[in-house]
Nanobody
Framework: QLQASGGGLVQAGGSLRLSCAAS????????MSWFRQVPGKDREFVAG?????YYSNSVKGRFIISRDNAKNTVDLQMNSLKPDDTALYYC????????????????????WGQGTQVTVSS
């Protein structure tokens, strides 16, 4: 029900835009987030949106999350990319009532996309 796209290979300092298309009823009621994971490490929160936007410290000021409730999409604009941003990126959706308090917790998300690979070369 979530389809992520837009990953690829980019040089450090470059930009990529990820998109997630959701086939969810009442999409506007879901908190939407992006997580990322590298092999051997836990999946980590990157950015989320539900009215307000939320960012991890590692991407704040470089990444911008946005959503279009008319199109059921959520995008992640990634600028000034660094090799440390290399990961498999997942979009996720939660119907949790208090999104502002739980947005970075993996276990509250009911739906996950398949992941899209982002590779940043130095």
């Amino acid at each position: 029900q979530l389809q992520a796209s837009g990953g690829g290979l980019v040089q450090a300092g470059g930009s990529l835009r990820l998109s997630c298309a959701a086939s969810l009823r009442a999409f506007n009621t879901y908190g939407m987030s992006w997580f990322r994971q590298v092999p051997g490490k836990d999946r980590e929160f990157v950015a989320g949106v539900m009215g307000n936007t939320y960012y991890s410290n590692s991407v704040k000021g470089r990444f911008i999350i946005s959503r279009d409730n008319a199109k059921n999409t959520v995008d992640l604009q990634m600028n000034s990319l660094k090799p440390d941003d290399t990961a498999l990126y997942y979009c996720a959706a939660t119907s949790a009532l208090y999104y502002s308090g739980v947005y970075d917790q993996m276990n509250v998300y009911e739906y996950w996309g398949q992941g899209t690979q982002v590779t940043v070369s130095s």
